[in-house]
């Protein structure tokens, strides 16, 4: 799977979730930037942990959320803070 394809996996159900609570503009470009960095963070595990899942609808989160013990440090961290950053708005 190519890296743009994972991303866009990643970026769509996150964004289109974030864009639903209706984020002020500023909070949608602080919510992008945490997306980029956990597109980055989480790359690797997603390939390793959640291969088979078929994106979209929230599954590659919800399938990462069910491996939370086995996910690397800096995806725990880009997950922890856009969620903090979600529950916010």
């Known amino acids: 799977m190519s890296r743009a394809a994972l991303a866009t996996m990643l970026a ?3 964004v289109a979730f974030g ?4 984020l002020a503009s500023g909070a949608r ?4 930037e945490q997306l980029t960095a956990l597109r980055t963070a989480c790359e690797a595990d997603v390939k ?3 291969a088979g899942v078929q994106p979209g609808g929230g599954r590659l989160v919800q399938c990462l959320k069910e491996h939370k013990d086995e996910v ?3 995806c725990q961290a880009s997950l922890g803070a856009l969620a903090a950053s979600l529950r916010k708005q």
């Open 19 to 22: 864009l639903s609570l209706g």
């Open 12 to 14: 769509v159900p996150l």
């Open 29 to 32: 470009a602080q919510t992008a």
């Open 72 to 74: 690397t440090p800096p």
């Open 48 to 50: 390793k942990l959640c």
